[in-house]
């Protein structure tokens, strides 16, 4: 093995200390800055980090939620800025008419943040501490009759979502006909 310089290491040893830096500040742990003004918040998660264990531990719901989910939420917020419209609407309103209401020039960011905002936020409500197990009522017959038995559901969906090539989402959606379809959608798109 090669010895190092004093220089060497010193260099080494600063690139690795600004690539730390660099890596904290990407997940929210540089000095606390105040968040970008305009009209989206990250809401609360409605459960307790901890409150899904052991199926997804309280250090990764923080991590997701608190800096991943909130990253989405500022950089949204900083893609509008001084866009009075778009600040005026919801995220539910934005998402939908992305394509007629947003500019050309901000329409990707607003996709990826304004997405990844309204993604994040129904995944969140679309889990809880007594929640899972096998549909009932009205969603199980309309999952037996459209794809056999949940079971059948369960394996469509799951193919549908590793199918997706790199980073998207797996969704199950009631489509302009009225029936159930499974769909998935790249990166932070929404159905």
């Known amino acids: ?17 600004a ?14 800055q105040a968040p970008p003004a305009g009209p989206f918040r990250l809401a609360p998660l409605p459960y307790a980090n901890n409150a899904l264990e052991p199926h997804i531990d309280a250090r990764t719901m923080e991590i997701h939620h608190d800096r991943h989910h909130l990253a989405y939420v500022n ?5 509008i800025a001084g866009n009075a419209a778009l600040s005026a609407m919801t995220i539910d309103q934005i998402v939908r008419g992305i394509n007629t209401v947003v500019p050309a020039a901000i329409r990707t960011a607003v ?25 009932q009522g009205p969603l199980a017959e309309v999952i037996n ?3 056999t038995s949940v079971a059948q559901f369960k394996a469509a969906f799951k193919t549908a979502c590793l199918g997706r090539f790199g980073s998207g989402w797996g969704w199950l959606v009631k489509n302009a006909a009225g029936r159930l379809e ?10």
């Open 75 to 79: 950089n949204l917020n900083t893609a």
């Open 111 to 135: 996709t990826n943040n304004g997405g990844g905002h309204w993604n994040h936020t129904f995944f969140w409500s679309s889990m809880g501490p007594n929640a899972g197990g096998n549909p």
């Open 19 to 32: 690539g730390l830096l660099l890596g904290q500040k990407a997940f929210g742990q540089a000095a606390a």
């Open 182 to 191: 499974i769909v998935s959608t790249a990166n932070q798109e929404c159905p």
């Open 145 to 147: 009759s459209t794809f």
């Open 1 to 17: 093995m090669q010895s190092l310089t004093r220089r060497q290491a010193l260099k080494t040893l600063g690139l690795g200390a």
